[in-house]
């Protein structure tokens, strides 16, 4: 639950109320007698319409907003699937690194994964989190020996390849 509003929400109420006062002081000024005539149900409908209104964009913004994250983390995992890197193991490379970079991308996956029912990409979710779990597995299994991982390079590039396109796919189904 927010503690706080946000700037936008601050300044959506500003400029419905600028708008509200606006509108009133405009027909307060062209037609006076009318004005003063509004019934009281009338301002609480139009109080409730104006406020519904705003409710329901608000709504639809944070849900845009949780997308767009969603988006972000899919492009991260993309970025570090497709880097070389992930596959291609240097003389210079120590099992740290390949170590961080497995966590990092399994990290970015569980919180995919506790988000996707709200966003129906669950099946995308699970085979990536499954060829992600291939390629961890190989990589913890040879770990300790890393001329294998060298020699290994399509090995450990299939399930990242996988996963890159299955991405691709996913960010499909958020755009529809």
């Known amino acids: 639950m927010r503690d706080k509003i946000s700037l936008k929400t601050k300044i959506a109420l500003i400029i419905i109320t600028i708008i509200v006062i606006s509108a009133a002081g405009y027909c307060l000024v062209t037609n006076p007698k009318q004005f003063l005539e509004l019934s009281l149900t009338s301002i609480i409908n139009w109080a409730i319409a104006i406020f519904v209104s705003f409710l ?37 490379t120590y099992q740290a690194e390949l170590t961080m970079r497995k966590r990092k991308i399994s990290n970015l996956i569980n919180i995919l994964e506790e988000e996707s029912k709200a966003f129906n990409i669950g099946k995308d979710v699970i085979f990536i989190k499954d060829k992600f779990t291939e390629y961890a597995d190989f990589m913890g299994n040879h770990i300790s020996d890393l001329d294998y991982l060298k020699r290994s390079k399509l090995e450990l590039q299939r399930p990242l390849d996988l996963i890159y396109c299955k991405i691709f796919e996913t960010q499909m189904t958020l755009y529809r």
């Open 56 to 92: 329901l964009v608000q709504r639809q913004t944070d849900r845009r907003n949780q997308k767009e994250a969603i988006i972000r983390i899919l492009s991260c995992i993309q970025q570090l699937v497709n880097d070389p890197a992930a596959w291609e193991i240097a003389d210079e």
